[in-house]
């Protein structure tokens, strides 16, 4: 009896060990399985930019644009930059997807702009890691050249992580950056590291509210105090502010009563593929 049970443990804890290996190559294989697609689609440039214009609160003019990659998907259809990116940078894929999403980024603005629309900035999105990675400053001056695109017309868009740990390096590209002419932002702003010691030290231009801090608007007083406050702070240092994933007429009319300058949302217009941004910039875009 005492050997059966034995025997039986040994059994139930060999095939919970088998158990526990096969769910592990289960979760390894997936982990494959999706680098392996990923490289596939940077080989064969399986991505695709959508384009979300910003317009200035006061008068409803373009101001500018956001790229946002995807990934065009064989099987799961357009997979979204939150499922995607952090895996890329993990898996050490993250430098070329973000170069070509620089350079086609520049090449759609220059070709709208041939056709007469969108003289406005384009922003790209870099994560930290992109950023530490890449000598982001010499690479976007040899797009800028290859696309014929003005350095004016383009904006980066960095997150506060990006700024926390004082380096030279980053110093050094965000100065290389502005002597071009490119624009500088920061995006999730509120939502980073809390040292605000970085918008004097660095040349930024824009800081862009976390939609986190507007969804609630205005209804949430906690986050119209939040709100309020960026908008002056940016005011008094100089820096356009401009609010994320605005998408009611009463955050319109609450942010521009606050003197936000700038706005980007559903309620304009949700990211669109460079076809249909093409017709929008047709409509909304011309009257500069
Ligand atoms: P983000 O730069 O803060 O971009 C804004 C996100 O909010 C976009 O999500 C956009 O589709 C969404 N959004 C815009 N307006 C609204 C709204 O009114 N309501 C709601 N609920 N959402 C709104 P998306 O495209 O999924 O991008 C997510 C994040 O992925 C971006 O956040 C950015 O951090 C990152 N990302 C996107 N493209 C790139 C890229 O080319 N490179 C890198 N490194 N990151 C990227
Ligand atoms: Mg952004
Ligand atoms: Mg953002
Ligand atoms: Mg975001």
């Known amino acids: 009896c005492a050997d059966a049970a034995m025997h039986h443990a040994k059994e139930s804890g ?5 158990f526990y290996v096969s769910s592990m190559d289960a979760s390894a294989l997936d982990v494959l399985q999706q680098e392996r697609q990923l490289r596939e689609a940077i080989a064969h440039n399986h991505f695709v930019l959508h384009y979300q214009p910003q317009i200035c609160l006061a008068d409803g003019t373009l101001q500018g644009l956001e790229a946002l ?4 998907h064989p099987e799961r259809g357009l997979v979204g930059p939150d499922e995607f990116i952090t895996f890329s940078e993990s898996r050490g894929l993250i430098t070329p997807i973000g170069r070509w999403v620089m350079r086609e980024a520049c090449r759609q603005l220059k070709a709208w702009q041939d056709q007469g629309l ?3 900035p384009m922003a790209v999105n870099f994560s930290a890691l992109e950023f530490r ?8 001056a040899a797009v800028l050249l290859e696309t014929g ?25 965000l100065n290389a950056l502005k002597a071009l002419g490119v624009g500088i932002s920061i995006d999730d702003f509120g939502t980073g590291y809390s040292s605000l010691a970085y918008l004097k030290r660095y040349p930024i231009d824009k800081l862009k509210i976390d939609r986190s801090f507007v969804a609630d608007t205005p209804g949430n007083s906690d986050d119209v105090a939040i709100v309020t406050a960026i908008i002056q702070m940016g005011r008094s240092l100089q820096l356009k502010t401009v609010a994320e994933g605005v998408e009611t007429q009463a955050q319109i009319d609450l942010l521009a009563g606050l003197g936000c300058d700038l706005m980007q949302g559903f309620v304009v217009a949700m990211p669109m593929d460079g076809e249909t941004a093409r017709v929008w910039l047709t409509n909304h875009g011309v009257e500069q």
Do not use: C, K
């Open 118 to 120: 969108a003289l406005v």
């Open 69 to 72: 990659v995807r990934w065009r």
């Open 133 to 140: 990675q890449r000598d982001v400053a010499a690479e976007i």
């Open 14 to 18: 060999r095939g919970n060990r088998q």
């Open 149 to 173: 695109l003005a350095p004016q017309y383009l904006e980066i868009e960095l997150t506060e992580s990006v700024l926390m740990h004082q380096t030279g390096q980053v110093l050094g590209t």
